[in-house]
């Protein structure tokens, strides 16, 4: 067994493609630490199979256009299935239907077209539970979607200290943890506590949900620029 996990990783593969799920499944499989516990070509055949046996992570595809579609499903899976991670599948980077899956509860989107050292990398950092998609892509994802002119609820940070909105400013702005600690002057290892701490008390599950969090709070607005740190 890999170091990777204890245990596989099961993984759901959802597509209305079959040669998509197969392909995903051939890449999956062929890992130690990783088993596809089952294909569905909908969002209700997932939800139903996430009930029967929830898996760790679900590839979701947000673009199937019979029965449940992807961004419900998702909803519906994180919501009854609180340790399940969703990661869902979009053709295209920037695409609205993923914000919305990203909103629904995801934790982060591959391209059909990814690498497959990548896709492994994914599933492995969904488990882990955190944010699968990169800092400066998901700033750039979320920011496109603000600008229209859909209304939303504007969350209250009880609790959260000063320091830690801080922190929340600057993820919602794309930086990695790493940047944040050349930025703030803290360690590393004070970073990650003050994420762990954010994310305790905003109930927020990954990074991707922390990022939407900083917009809705109004805290940073699209185009907002922050001084990069010395060296970064």
Known sequence: MSAHASRPIRVLIVDDQALIRAGFGMILE????????GEAEDGDAACRMCA????????????????????????????????VRVVVISTFDLDEHVMEALYAGASGFVSKEIPPEELVRAVRIAHEGESVVAPRLLTRLIENFVRSPQPRHRPRLTGVTDREQDVLVLMARGY???????????????????????????????????????????????GDQAPRAAGS
């Open 30 to 37: 062929a890992q130690e630490d990783i088993v596809v516990m």
């Open 52 to 83: 029967r046996s929830a898996p760790d992570v679900v590839l979701m595809d947000v673009h199937m256009p019979k029965g449940v579609d992807g961004i419900t499903a998702t909803r519906r899976i994180t919501t009854e299935h609180p340790g």
């Open 176 to 222: 990695s943890n790493a940047e944040i600690s050349a930025a703030l002057k803290v360690t590393r290892s004070t970073v990650k506590n003050h994420v762990t701490s954010l994310f305790a008390k905003t109930g927020v599950r990954d990074r991707a949900q922390a990022v939407i969090l900083a917009y809705e709070a109004g805290l940073v607005k699209p």
